[in-house]
C-alpha cells in the first residue's frame, strides 16, 4: 500500500490542524494505520494509530485529549485532527500501515510495513 501524508502547515499556538493519510488502492481497509512524527535531533515517536476496522485508537499520553485519529474506508483516508496545538508539537509527521492491525496500540515503528513521506508541522509561539 502506498501512503501520502499531507495537511502540514504553520500554524500559531493553541491552532488546529488535519493531517490526512490518503492510500488508494483496494487494500486500504485491511490496513491500520499509525502516525508518527520526529522532530529535529530527537527520535521517531508514537502519535496516534487506529486499527483496520476502525473500532479502536490509540494516542500517546503527550496528544492524548487533544488529537483524534479516524478512519474514512470509503475515502481511503485516515485523519489526524490536531487541535491546542503547542510548540512542542514541532516536527515531521508521517503516517505508517501495518496489514490487519487490530489493536491501535502498536507504538514501535520497526512493526510497521509500509510509510508515507512526511509532512511537516510547525507551531509558533
Known amino acids: 500500500v502506498q501512503l501520502q501524508a499531507s495537511g502540514g502547515g504553520l500554524v500559531q499556538v493553541g491552532g488546529s490542524l488535519r493531517l490526512s493519510c490518503a492510500a488508494p488502492g483496494r487494500t486500504f481497509g485491511s490496513y491500520g494505520i499509525g502516525w508518527f512524527r520526529q522532530a529535529p535531533g530527537k527520535e521517531r515517536e508514537f502519535v496516534a494509530a487506529v486499527n483496520w476496522r476502525g473500532d479502536r485508537t490509540g494516542y500517546s499520553d503527550s496528544v492524548k485529549g487533544r488529537f483524534t485519529i479516524s478512519r474514512d474506508n470509503a475515502e481511503k483516508t485516515v485523519y489526524l485532527q490536531m487541535d491546542s496545538l503547542k510548540v512542542e508539537d514541532t516536527a515531521v509527521y508521517y503516517c505508517?500501515?501495518?496489514?490487519?492491525?487490530?489493536?491501535?496500540?502498536?507504538?514501535?515503528?520497526?512493526?510497521?510495513?509500509?510509510w508515507g513521506r512526511g509532512t511537516q508541522v510547525t507551531v509558533s509561539s
Open positions: 505508517a500501515a501495518e496489514r490487519w492491525e487490530i489493536t491501535a496500540n502498536v507504538t514501535d515503528s520497526h512493526e510497521y510495513d509500509h
